[in-house]
């Protein structure tokens, strides 16, 4: 996947951007429990032995508490970037005296078009980071999962619900030198966010998808709804944080 980015603008996923990013969201546990919750209820125990496949990891902002809790996670993320992050935090005493860098294997992989010899317990792509990719990436990145997926295992996936009553440009104050500005283009269902930082700008751009979207794309490559949950956005008014979970029952 090729990140879109706004011209003269750098990215939150990649250089100074990420660590600000990481900086800044990394102790944000919004979708932390829901992600646990699921994989503790997957259907069929003879997939316990198995790993968690974490696309888009970031900096192990979900992938450190799923090696907290005893899963074995490959994260996974295009940007060397962010993964030189993770590997920073899982050589930190408490993650190795606690099992949890033992848990955990980093490896640099897109999550459009990813191809690992190994079927998975399931596979997590959290923070929304779907909404990065357009339709037809989207959907080439579900059929991935499929393809890696373990009869019986799941696919979680987390998404920004954006409400019709969002205002179209709206700016937060996230600490004293940070401050986020989020514009929505709801008819083109494009949404921008600019995290101005230490004098600086960092860009991602996204787009809007709603659960609808995900559950057909779901369909199409034959996985199925297990379960959703929402929880309202704590920092952005009209926005919902969303967790899916989708079985494959091939």
Do not use: W
């Not at 907290?68 to 408490?94: F, K, M």
């Not at 199409?220 to 709804?225: G, Y």
């Amino acid at each position: 996947m090729v990140e879109v980015r706004a011209a003269g603008h750098d990215s939150l996923s990649f250089g100074t951007g990420a660590r600000h990013d990481h900086e800044l969201t990394h102790r944000d546990d919004t979708e932390i429990a829901s992600i646990l919750d699921f994989l503790e209820i997957l259907p069929d125990q003879t997939l316990a032995g198995l790993r968690v496949l974490e696309l888009a990891c970031g900096s192990g902002r979900v992938t450190v508490p799923m090696a907290a809790a005893g899963h074995r996670v490959l994260a996974t993320d295009l940007s060397i970037d962010v993964l030189s992050l993770l590997a920073e935090r899982l050589t930190e005493r408490q993650a190795i005296q606690s099992g949890i860098a033992g848990r955990v294997e980093i490896q640099q992989a897109d999550m459009v078009s990813f191809d690992i010899k190994e079927s998975f317990k399931a596979v997590c792509l959290p923070m929304a980071t779907i909404t990065l990719l357009n339709p037809e990436q989207r959907r080439a990145t579900i059929r991935c999962v499929a393809a890696h997926l373990a009869i019986g295992g799941a696919l979680i996936a987390s998404i920004d619900r954006v409400l019709p009553a969002a205002a179209a440009t709206s700016t937060i104050r996230l600490r004293p030198d940070a401050y986020l500005t989020e514009e929505i283009d709801h008819a083109g269902r494009r949404r921008r966010t600019i995290l101005r930082c230490r004098d600086k700008e960092y860009v991602s751009e996204r787009y809007l998808v709603t659960p609808e979207d995900l559950v057909n794309d779901l369909k199409e490559a034959s996985l199925f709804l297990a379960a959703q949950r929402s929880t309202p956005d704590p920092v952005l008014p009209h926005h919902i944080s969303v967790i899916l979970g989708a079985v494959n029952r091939r």
